[in-house]
């Protein structure tokens, strides 16, 4: 098991966002308008050996905080993670 990197929204490299760019759900412009539209936090979950990530975003508002997988539907983005892999990721989060 390989060590998961966390980092908020605000710290992830522009390098990392250049390299989304054939999926809409993981681009920096659409996050960008979930962050404007609904205040959300988001937080990057990566395999730095193997690439693998997953975006979360934290839901905070007075009735619950709630961690989210984007893009908020059953299309994870990620054509190669395997499950192990997602749920190592998820776990570490």
């Known amino acids: 098991m390989s060590q998961i990197s966390i980092l908020k929204y605000s710290d992830i490299p522009d390098a990392f966002w250049a390299e989304q760019t054939n999926i809409l759900f993981h681009s920096k412009e659409w996050i960008e308008v979930l962050r404007k539209s609904y205040n959300i936090e988001f937080l990057l979950?990566?395999?730095?050996?193997?690439?693998?990530?997953?975006?979360?975003?934290i839901i905070d508002n007075p009735f619950e905080k709630k961690l989210v997988?984007?893009?908020f539907s059953d299309y994870a983005g990620e054509d190669n993670i395997s499950c192990?892999?997602?749920?190592?990721?998820?776990?570490?989060v």
């Open 45 to 57: 979950a990566q395999d730095p050996a193997s690439g693998n990530f997953l975006l979360f975003g």
């Open 69 to 71: 997988g984007l893009p």
């Open 84 to 92: 192990n892999k997602a749920f190592e990721i998820i776990s570490a």
